[in-house]
């Protein structure tokens, strides 16, 4: 009986085990630059259609800042500052976060163009070299994620919060006032430079969909941060990498499944991948398809439980020499008096 219990035992752990490890594997990930209208062949591994698939514009990766000599670095290579320009980004600070500080969000061209949380208000600034402004609104929940974005034409500069304006102001020859900042401390995401006035209905779409294309702009940099890991992070539309200074990496722009027909078209004989014009990665630097190596999710538990058998076949043969083994052990520790008293009373005799 104590056999048979223990057999069952083993059996049911290796199979819930194995299950569940199948179960929760990781997907694979492959990545293309479609243009629109033209099939572009996915980086993957493997040949046939996967059983589970899914396609998006972002890992749902950030990095993750915490103030002093916390941050990211890149050179955009193209000076933004001169003329009109849009900088965008999604933001959160941590919940122990100092909020009567001033912590840059992004900046450019040495702060010239800045957005910042500035001690309970969101700030967008502008300097072009003769004349600055500065726009400012209240930050009513800086911990949650936020998308800010700043804008000037040229003749002045605006602030939109989660895509609403809230602010704007004339760029003029009188020094506008900004505090002195700190490095961001909690996570940032997807932001964004343009040497572009950037349309007000796309700033509002990117406050609800933050991985859409800043299309028909002339686009200086885009900071995905969706490596996951490392050091550095591709800085699109610009020659050079990020470098990530004392960052972590976090969770972000939650990963958004898009829209066969709508977004894209797939072709997995072939293992192409069209961006469709008007879609959500249409312009978009790169785009992620999310797939279950060959068998879905549920099939490979399934036959992980069929190796697990086997698995537990062995556990029961070594179980069948182990256990008796100890069960001897035991009697013998357990009844030493006895035989030491049996084989006195043979010598006696």
Not at 57 to 72: I, R
Not at 125 to 141: E, I, R
Not at 218 to 227: K, S
Not at 271 to 279: N, P, R, V, Y
């Amino acid at each position: 009986m104590m056999l048979l219990i223990t057999f069952i035992i083993i059996v049911l752990t290796a199979l819930i085990a194995g299950a569940l490890v199948s179960a929760f594997a990781p997907e694979d990930v492959a990545t293309a630059n479609p243009s629109t209208g033209d099939a572009v062949e996915l980086s993957h591994d493997g040949d046939e259609e996967p059983d589970q698939w899914g396609v998006s514009p972002t890992t749902g990766n950030a990095v993750l800042l915490s103030g002093e000599d916390s941050y990211v670095s890149a050179e955009l290579q193209e000076n933004v500052s001169t003329g009109p320009w849009t900088m965008c980004s999604w933001a959160r600070l941590d919940d122990d976060a100092n909020l009567d500080a001033t912590m840059d969000v992004a900046a450019a061209d040495n702060g010239s163009i800045l957005i910042q949380y500035d001690a309970g208000e969101w700030l967008a600034y502008g300097d072009n070299g003769t004349h600055d402004a500065v726009a400012t609104a209240p930050a009513s929940s800086p911990t949650t994620p936020t998308t800010v974005c700043g804008r000037s034409n040229g003749t002045a500069v605006e602030l939109f919060v989660d895509g609403d304006q809230k602010a704007a102001s004339n760029l003029s020859t009188n020094t506008s006032s900004r505090n002195v900042s700190v490095s961001w401390d909690g996570a940032i995401d997807e932001t964004r430079v343009s040497n572009s006035s950037v349309a007000t209905g796309t700033i509002s779409t990117y406050a609800d969909k933050p991985t859409i294309p800043f299309n028909n702009t002339d686009r200086v940099g885009r900071f995905m941060l969706d490596e996951g890991s490392g050091s550095t992070s591709t800085v699109y539309f610009s020659p050079t990498d990020a470098t990530l200074v004392n960052a972590k990496w976090t969770s972000g722009v939650p990963r958004r499944t898009l829209e066969s027909g709508s977004d894209y078209r797939i072709d997995w004989s072939t293992w192409e991948i069209t961006a469709l014009a008007g879609g959500d990665i249409d312009g978009a630097p790169i785009v992620y398809v999310y797939y279950a190596n060959g068998v879905g999710v549920f099939t490979n538990a399934v036959t992980s439980i069929n190796s697990q058998i086997g698995n537990a076949l062995i556990l029961f043969g070594t179980a069948l020499l182990v256990i008796p083994g100890v069960a001897l052990i035991r009697y013998l520790v357990d009844n030493t008096d006895n035989i030491v008293r049996n084989d006195d009373w043979g010598r006696r005799r």
